[in-house]
């Protein structure tokens, strides 16, 4: 990874249809690697000019060792303690449709499938899928958090818990819980090509392009299999998020 791809990491980093991330996480998670031998490797003369992104992982992944070393409650509650009771009211047909990939969104449904088949998802697909949980379906994070651990090869209840406490907006450093990611554009962005949803959403796969991430505006006979149609709406689903929120953490 060093003598090849830390280069482009930090575009590559977001591009689920690229191999672009380290994949150390288990070997941090199970101690055949330590973060100072990584450390060590990217600070090295021949490599720190072009390793700055991938040594800020590193620090965040430390930081976030230091915070659960102090706060060891964020295992089972929120770091903003305004969540505390956050009146989550996510459908159980939700839930089962998200674990199953069977949303209606392709990038979203592409890493829940991923997930449960290699036991591995790219980081930017862990943030869409997660933001979608929370946000769009309003379910707990912690279900989320659970579900995730079960599954990753990398699964660290610490790593983890970060990150869907962000995703969730409701942990330390989190993104404001009012910013909600549009699935639609999260796709179009950073799975330009379709690659990433074809592969694991093999009913889009004959999509043409302009398709691929709005599937339910495409014509029946484009699909070769049956594929779902999206089980909310994008802005009916941020609009009841934000509202919801809201009310709850004005205390109103």
């Known amino acids: 990874f060093l003598s090849h791809r830390v280069g ?19 070997d941090l998670k199970f101690g055949t690697l330590s973060a100072r031998q990584v450390w060590a490797a990217a600070n090295a003369p021949e490599i720190r000019a072009h390793a700055g992104s991938f040594r800020r992982q590193i620090i965040w992944r430390e930081f976030a060792h230091d915070l659960m070393w102090n706060h060891p409650e964020l295992l089972n ?13 996510g459908h159980e047909d939700h839930w089962q449709a998200w674990v199953e ?36 379906l309003l379910i707990d994070y912690r279900r989320g958090e659970a579900h995730f651990m079960k599954w990753l090869t ?5 790593q983890n818990n970060f990150g869907w406490q962000w995703s969730a907006g409701c942990g ?6 009012f910013r909600v990611f549009n699935p639609i554009l999260q796709g179009k962005k950073f799975d330009p090509t379709g690659a990433y949803v074809r592969q694991w959403v093999p009913e889009i796969r004959d999509l043409p392009k302009r398709f691929v991430h709005t599937p339910w505006m495409a014509e029946k006979s484009l699909f070769a299999e049956e ?12 609009t009841r998020f934000l509202a919801h929120a809201k009310s709850y953490l004005s205390g109103s």
């Open 172 to 177: 330390c450093d989190a993104q404001p819980y």
């Open 77 to 89: 509650e929120p770091f903003r303690k305004k969540f505390i009771g956050f009146p989550w009211i």
């Open 154 to 158: 990398d699964g660290d209840w610490i």
């Open 8 to 26: 482009n990491y930090p575009k590559a980093r977001n591009r689920p249809d690229q191999d672009g991330s380290s994949r150390i996480g288990p």
């Open 227 to 238: 594929y779902p149609e999206p089980i909310v709406d994008h802005a009916s689903a941020r």
């Open 101 to 136: 990939g069977r949303t209606g969104y392709p990038i979203v449904d592409a890493a829940s499938r991923q997930l449960l088949t290699t036991g591995y998802i790219p980081n930017r697909a862990r943030m869409i899928t997660a933001s979608f949980l929370t946000k769009h």
